[in-house]
């Protein structure tokens, strides 16, 4: 059985949230990197090789450390609907930067606390205090000042760009995988349940993705695209999966997703290091909003 919120000790509870402010920078990275080749590869079939690689990493490091049993691949559904759901949120998430700038990609990511709450009182009955309420709310605030560039004419006619509209269908997959894996986890140590849900991702994105796969020419791919999906499958699946799969064990849905409110400021300083420059002075206010309401709940807990 998980560990209900009550038993975590509070060594615990700050080990989770030190977590989560590394997965927070790691994710932030595949948005600056994502976007520079978002448009050289299909993403079914980046994702599913992302997948492979990060799957074999936590394979090994799950077979060498906790052990690979039979009895905890129970129940494999459970992984095929995590694996299915996480697959969803990659493969929106590049085909959003096909289109979408990696800022306002990255602020429509904050909008997943929002999103993860409502799933972990629908699923776990989580509810969330005045406090917390308050700050997703000004997350969420923060998040569309950043996506309408801070004109509150784009705001009023609420045409938020399509790459930024098929991400946040991506968004609302990810909000239920958090308290989804508190739900679902039968007490499996995190690197084996995550790599039961790896290889379930795999196998659906394989299924869904065959002619993506035979159709992409591998051998003309740019060696760009090759450092990226280095980077992709190391840090941001295999390093963050296990990661959040360790928070998500430690802490209520709302606090795990509420990292992601420093997601675009963590996207600016990739943007500033590869020489994108930075956003303009206005847009920089939501940002701001966004970490008042990460001090918020983390100040609540």
């Given amino acids: 059985m998980a560990l209900s919120l009550a038993a975590v000790p509070?060594?615990?509870?700050?080990?989770?949230?030190?977590?989560?402010?590394s997965v927070s920078a790691l994710v932030a990275g595949s948005f600056s990197f994502g976007s520079l080749i978002a448009n050289d590869i299909d993403p079914v079939a980046l994702t599913a090789l992302r997948f492979l690689l990060a799957g074999v990493l936590i394979g090994a490091a799950a077979a060498l450390g906790p052990g690979l049993r039979r009895h905890q691949f129970r129940a494999p559904w459970r992984f095929v609907l995590l694996g299915a759901i996480f697959a969803l949120y990659f493969v929106l998430m590049f085909e959003g930067l096909k289109t979408a700038a990696p800022v306002p990609t990255a602020a429509v990511f904050t909008l997943t606390p929002m999103l993860s709450a409502l799933f972990g009182w629908l699923l776990l009955r989580q509810r969330v205090t005045l406090r917390i309420l308050a700050a997703l709310v000004l997350g969420g605030a923060g998040a569309l000042?950043?996506?309408?560039?801070?004109?509150?004419?784009?705001?009023?006619?609420?045409?938020?760009?399509?790459?930024?509209?098929?991400?946040?269908?991506?968004?609302?997959?990810?909000?239920?995988?958090?308290?989804?894996?508190?739900?679902?986890?039968?007490?499996?140590?995190?690197?084996?349940?995550?790599?039961?849900?790896?290889?379930?991702?795999?196998?659906?994105?394989?299924?869904?993705?065959?002619?993506?796969?035979?159709?992409?020419?591998?051998?003309?791919?740019?060696?760009?695209?090759?450092?990226?999906?280095?980077?992709?499958?190391?840090?941001?699946?295999?390093?963050?999966?296990?990661?959040?799969?360790?928070?998500?064990?430690?802490?209520?849905?709302?606090?795990?997703?509420?990292?992601?409110?420093?997601?675009?400021?963590?996207?600016?300083?990739?943007?500033?290091?590869?020489?994108?420059?930075?956003?303009?002075?206005?847009?920089?206010?939501?940002?701001?909003?966004?970490?008042?309401?990460?001090?918020?709940?983390?100040?609540?807990?």
């Fill in 10 to 21: 509070r060594g615990e509870a700050l080990r989770g949230h030190l977590a989560m402010l």
């Fill in 145 to 301: 000042w950043v996506i309408f560039r801070g004109d509150p004419r784009a705001f009023l006619r609420f045409e938020p760009g399509r790459g930024e509209a098929i991400f946040f269908i991506g968004c609302v997959a990810h909000a239920a995988y958090t308290p989804l894996v508190r739900k679902l986890n039968r007490g499996e140590p995190a690197l084996v349940f995550t790599f039961g849900m790896m290889l379930a991702a795999l196998a659906v994105l394989t299924l869904y993705g065959a002619p993506a796969l035979v159709a992409t020419d591998w051998g003309a791919l740019p060696p760009l695209v090759w450092a990226v999906l280095a980077y992709l499958a190391l840090c941001a699946s295999a390093m963050t999966f296990v990661l959040l799969q360790y928070a998500a064990l430690r802490l209520p849905a709302a606090r795990v997703m509420a990292y992601t409110y420093l997601t675009p400021s963590w996207v600016i300083l990739w943007e500033i290091a590869l020489g994108h420059g930075a956003p303009r002075a206005l847009v920089l206010g939501g940002v701001a909003l966004s970490v008042l309401a990460l001090v918020m709940l983390l100040k609540d807990g």
